[in-house]
Structures are given as C-alpha cells and as structure tokens.
C-alpha cells in the first residue's frame, strides 16, 4: 500500500490528535504534551504515552479511489524513538506495532485495535490492521461502499458542527471531499 498525496484523495477524515489528548484539562495539554506534524508524547503520573500518526486507507467498492482515516496509534517508547530518528530518511520494511488511539465515526470502539505503522518514503507512514472480524477490518480487507463512506463524512461533520457550536476544538475534521 502506498501513501498518496492530497490531491489524490476523494475521502479524507483526520484526527488531530490521540482521543487521551481530549481528555486532558488545558493546563495539563500545555504542560504535559509534545506534538509535532505526525508524533505525539503525553505524559501523565504514572506513565508517557507515545503516538504516531499514520493513514488508514479503506478500499470504496463502487469507486477507484479509497477512503481515508488519518489517525493516530499508540506505540512503545522504543518504537517511538525509532520512528522519530528514521522520519527523514524511513526504512520502509520496519513495522512499529500498536494500538488505535482514535474511536473512528460509523464504527463500534476502534482505540485498541492492532495495528502495524509502516514507514513510507512517500508521506505520512500507512496502517496495516491485524486480521479480525471488527467492521473496520473488514471495510479494509473487502472495502466499503460510497453510501458507507458518505455516511462516515456526514458524522463527523455533524460532530464538528457540534464541537462548534460549544466553542471546542473538533476531534476530526474532513479534510477532502470531492465528488464521485
């Protein structure tokens, strides 16, 4: 699977941060949280948790172009800071394994689902999920339909709109929608 560049996309949703980030106060996000464009670190008491953020792309059945999540995975330290230091310059046959950091709209609880982050010379790294029977996994193995993807972009809006309307800053965010 290959990384593609913006302008290639039809469906885009990104999530600009790990979900845990949300859960902190404002003082703590400032304090206690280190981001650059695809990493994340948030320390808390008892432990730091490290966070890369990579793409999810989801075949559309009735579409040649896919769908996709850019979202973020929780990751070991040591993972972390191998990414971290080969980012410029990636090995691509290197795997870092964790776990979904973002519940996705549509779908029963993502955050926790395996995954492999896969270094990529084109962009942003890709996901590779672990094999299971979550809908997700299977959109990703089998695809999913324009209706599905539709529905998906009009959650998050209304989520947005939402996150808006309380004068907070949304989750997610559609990135690209073009027509079909």
């Known amino acids: 699977m290959k990384k ?15 979900d845990m980030y949300f859960e902190l106060s404002k003082i703590e996000k400032l304090k206690n949280t280190k981001f650059s464009q695809d990493a994340c670190v948030i320390r808390r008491e ?18 040649k172009k896919p769908f996709y999540f850019d979202i973020w995975v929780a990751v070991s330290k040591e993972d972390f800071e ?14 870092y394994e964790g776990c979904l950091a973002n519940k996705l709209p549509y779908y029963s609880d993502t955050r926790l689902l395996k995954a492999y982050v896969r270094p990529s010379k084109d962009g942003f790294p890709w996901l590779e999920l672990f094999h299971n029977m979550h809908p997700l996994t ?19 809006k209304d989520e947005v709109k939402e996150a808006r309307a309380r004068k907070q800053k949304p989750v997610s965010e559609v990135q690209n929608q073009h027509a079909c």
């Open 4 to 18: 593609t560049t913006k302008h290639n996309k039809i469906f885009e949703i990104e999530f600009s941060a790990p």
């Open 46 to 63: 008892t432990q730091t948790d490290y966070f890369i953020q990579a793409e999810l792309e989801v075949p559309i059945n009735d579409n």
């Open 138 to 156: 299977v959109h990703v193995s089998y695809g999913m339909y324009v209706q599905d993807a539709e529905e998906i972009l009009q959650l998050v």
């Open 82 to 95: 191998r990414y971290t230091q080969t980012r410029k310059d990636p090995v691509e046959d290197e795997a």
